[in-house]
Each structure stands twice: as C-alpha cells, then as structure tokens.
C-alpha cells in the first residue's frame, strides 16, 4: 500500500511547478516510461529465470551432477565404488550405469538413439523419471528384456506399448568372416515424457544386466552417476571426490557435460543484460530531462 507521504512526494512531482501545462505532460510521459521500463525488466528477468530454472530441472532430473568413468573404458568392482562415493558428505546417491550409442529400428525407419542401462530402483529414484512415466510400468524392467522409451521416439517409429525394437550396437562380435555388429529386439514396457525432445526422442533405458550382457560389459559398468544434495557444488566437490577415488579415474560435472546449453544461456544473458541497461540508461537520461524542464 501507498503510504501518505509517498503520495504526497509522487503527487508534488506530478503537477506542474508553473502554470504551464506542458510541464505536467512531461512529468506524466517520464512516470509512464519508467514504469514501462521497470515493467520490462520484471518481465524480461522472470523469463530469464524461469526458462533456466526449467531447463535445469528437465537436466538435472535425468542426468546425474557428476559423472565417474574410469579411464580404461570400464569399471570394476563397482557397487563398492557406489557404496563409497554415497557415504561421502554431500551425496545423496551413486548409480552404477552402463550407457552406450545404438541404431535403432522400426517398421522400415532407423534412427540414432542413446541407450541408458540401469537398475529399476534407481529409475525410480529419480522423481523426473518416475513421474514421467506415461504408459506402461516398471514392474518387468528388472528381470526382463523390456526397455523404456520416450514419447517422441514411439511417435517417429510408429510404435506402442508392447511392440519391439531392434537394436544395432557398434561395438560388433568378431568372427572368422569379420566383425558382425550385435543386434537384438526388445519390447517396449513402458514410455516416458519428461518434456524435453532430446531426452523424449533419443533416449532408451534399459536394465542394468541386460545392458551389460548387450554391450558385453560383464560385470562392469562404463559410469557412476553422483547426485549432491546441491548440483552447484558438483565443481567444487570434484577434488574431494578424486581424492576419495584416486588415480586412473574421470570425472565430469554436469556443466561440462552440458555446456552447449549453457553457452547459450550466457550469451542470451549477456545480451538481456545489454539490453537491460541500455532500458535503464534512458530512464535515467528522460528523468533527468524532466528535472531540468
């Protein structure tokens, strides 16, 4: 609410000092300018926020803060790796994944995808994942050859719950007649909407065991995805983390696995930020020209 005295500074300023009109309209288009200008940069700055806060969200929700990859290509003994990244301060878990590039096809159309081999209570875990869930469930991911797809990825193949996919992985199997790529089909036993079309129509998640029997990884996983209790010190707690693990080990935060989006971002801030101070300049400058007439 608008206090007394701050009509009566507001009101002082409104009228005219002398008997000329004239002044008075010019103190009312400068009121109406600055509160234009105020009004833009609430607008402009709550867009800003809101489409990076959005973002981070669609991101952190599937993806991990940090991700743990061994140099050699697989990891080992890594459930008790999981077991001591978890119990660093910090951590609020440690997922074991396998991840690997596929083709995949159907109905008479191929198409790139990227395969994600995990545990079903560590889908679940991710309340991104678990609330996306559309069709279908989780119950046979584990146990099972179901795999989960995005919605934009059942839409290009002409597919729905239940029919198969044929998955072609690179990593092929030598023979005496050379090296023949492995493929195998897999239903489809549930798909997910997280609303971000990368995520919605390039991704398949897949149990762990079977992920690791496809990619032949026995007994290996190619990741540990490290979720913190505050994904801004994900850079901050690489140190620790390498320290704890020591040599031989590579480890990645999220805004370097990412950082094409978040390039974007700086340069659109940058620019808002241009443009924002270019808005206040002239408020200050039509201001002041008012004070002088």
């Known amino acids: 609410m608008i206090s007394a005295f701050e009509r009566l500074v507001a009101f002082r300023y409104l009228r005219a000092r002398r008997q000329e009109g004239f ?108 609330r996306s869930i559309q069709e279908g469930s989780l119950e046979k991911f584990d146990g099972s050859d179901g795999i989960v797809v995005g919605s934009r990825f059942v839409r290009r193949f002409g597919l729905k719950l239940g029919d198969k996919v044929k998955l072609i992985s690179p990593q092929g ?42 990619f032949q990884y026995d007994r290996t996983v190619t990741t540990i995805e490290v979720m913190l209790n505050d994904p801004d010190k994900a850079p901050r707690f690489i140190p620790e983390l390498s320290k704890e693990l020591g040599p031989g080990f590579r480890l990645t935060d999220w805004q370097q696995k990412n950082s094409s989006f978040f390039t974007a971002l700086k340069v659109e801030r940058n620019v808002m930020f241009l443009i924002l101070t270019l808005i206040v300049q002239a408020e200050v400058v039509g201001f002041r020209g008012d004070r002088v007439l």
Request: proline share 5%; hydrophobic share 50%.
């Open 173 to 214: 199997t030598s023979t005496p007649f050379g090296t023949v790529p492995r493929t195998k089909s897999f239903p489809i036993a549930a798909i997910f909407d997280v609303g971000m079309a990368e995520y919605d129509a390039g991704f398949i998640f897949m149990p762990l065991a079977v992920a690791q029997t496809f």
């Open 23 to 130: 002044i008075s309209v010019v103190a009312w288009f400068s009121l109406i300018g600055i509160m234009l200008g105020v009004a833009t940069l609430i607008i402009v700055m709550s867009v800003m926020n809101g489409f990076r806060e959005e973002l981070l969200s669609r991101i952190l929700g599937v993806n991990g803060h940090i991700e743990v990859a061994s140099g050699t290509g697989a990891l080992p003994g890594y459930d008790a790796f999981a077991e001591r990244i978890a119990k660093l301060d910090g951590v609020v878990s440690a997922t074991p994944l396998v991840e690997g590039q596929v083709m995949a096809t159907a109905n008479g159309y191929a198409s790139g995808a990227f395969v994600r081999g995990l545990r079903a209570q560590d889908f679940t875990g991710r309340p991104m994942l678990a």
